[in-house]
């Protein structure tokens, strides 16, 4: 017991209460009588056991708070990082104020470091959770597209292929689908019997494009913005763009959000977009940052030059301290740790929030202060997709 609650993993048969719960938490059922479980099949349907994956606050036999600890892996060139999703964090109203919500997620943390987390990520407010560790990171840009754009920029305005909404009968395209996704260089592990509840997160509509009875690739439509475009070749940019206007006759402007490192759909979007955006995709806290640098690191080599160079860093974090040695020769990075107890003054020194923004944010005050070799290593290309959410 923690003060009058009790902290455990929830029971397959108390779904029904947890469920009740959330959505007594978020304001649920909505409007149209949705409730907050079918925003997320890929969570909260019965066989993906959603009690298992979360900490309760259990007080005379209630539900009085809950956290969601979802896990799935990234793959990154060829490193696999460890990571969880943090979700569905809820407090009943009569029973904040007596530290529930920081005894969940210190618990959460605990148990994601002891199962060798590389990092968690989650969406929330920064100043909340930045005292548990985590910060804003990642970028995600965001093209808007108009309509007359091919027009202006004297490209063809007349296509050849077709924009499909995918259904779950769909199995063949979606088989194209996944294998096309899991080719990426960055990506979530996402089983293929999940594959489709996953990409339908949140409402999310998968489409698919097709030349002729050949698939050239997929983008999710959620709301009125676009994610998750990925294609075959990145030559079919004006095409599909195109026909999305073609299925959407009443719309004269796109949304479309791209990751930074599919640098070839990011150029095409550039010629494209009448404006765009860009904002941090996440907060991420990062358990093992010596792992974390060295594989997102090496994605950056790929798809951009990085000046020879070398530097040390010492990051004052919990759990852990943590030292590593980042150096690049001929443009290809290596990342070593380094005993925290030979670390020399030379050492780039950070706090664990601070260094999180130094090495995936858009605006680093630290990083700005950095020799120029380091300040174009980062902010490293880190990116969630939003069907990987939580």
């Keep these: 017991m923690t003060a009058n609650f009790e902290i455990r993993r929830g029971l397959p048969e108390e779904r029904d209460a947890l469920l009740s719960f959330l959505n007594k938490a978020f304001g649920y059922p909505d409007k149209n009588g949705a409730e907050f479980s079918t925003f997320l099949p890929k969570l909260y349907d019965p066989e993906c056991d959603p009690c298992g994956h979360n900490l309760l606050a259990i007080r005379n036999g209630e539900i009085i708070g809950a956290v969601g600890i979802y896990e799935r892996d990234f793959t990154v060139g060829d490193m696999t990082l460890h990571s969880y999703g943090i979700g569905n964090v809820a407090c009943r109203a009569d029973a904040r104020g007596c530290g529930i919500m920081t005894t969940l997620l210190r618990r959460a943390i605990t148990d994601m470091t002891s199962s060798s987390a590389d990092f968690s990520d989650l969406d929330g407010r920064r100043h909340r959770y930045g005292h548990f560790g985590y910060e804003l990171a990642g970028q995600t840009y965001t093209f808007a597209i108009r309509r007359d754009a091919a027009r202006h920029i004297g490209a063809d305005n007349k296509t050849d292929v077709t924009a499909v909404y995918i259904t779950p009968s769909d199995t063949s395209t979606i088989d194209s689908m996944y294998e096309l996704f899991t080719s990426q260089p960055f990506h979530a592990i996402r089983p293929r019997d999940m594959f489709y509840k996953i990409i339908t997160t949140w409402y ?29 070749d990145a030559s079919d940019f ?7 206007f073609n299925s959407n006759t009443q719309v004269d402007k796109i949304e479309l959000s791209i990751p930074p490192y599919d640098v070839a759909i990011l150029n095409e979007a550039y010629r494209f977009m009448d404006y765009m955006s860009a904002r941090h995709c996440e907060q991420i806290n990062i358990f093992n940052f010596s792992r974390f640098v060295d594989a997102f690191l090496r994605l950056k080599a790929s798809i951009e030059p990085l000046p020879d160079g070398e530097a040390s860093f010492f990051i004052d974090s919990e759990p852990r301290t943590e030292a590593f040695h980042v150096s690049v020769k001929n443009g290809i990075p290596s990342v070593e740790s380094i005993s925290t107890t030979t670390i020399t003054p030379k050492a780039i ?42």
């Design 204 to 232: 999310g509509k998968p489409i698919a494009f097709m030349r002729g009875g050949a698939f050239l690739g997929y983008v999710i439509l959620r709301g009125d913005r676009y994610t998750e475009l990925i294609l075959r």
């Design 238 to 244: 004006a095409s599909i763009i195109q026909s999305i």
């Design 349 to 390: 020194r950070l706090s664990h929030n601070e260094a999180i923004s130094f090495f995936t944010g858009l605006l680093s005050p630290a990083r700005s202060c950095a020799p120029f070799h380091v300040r174009a290593w980062f902010p490293l290309p880190v990116f969630i997709p939003y069907a990987d959410h939580v």
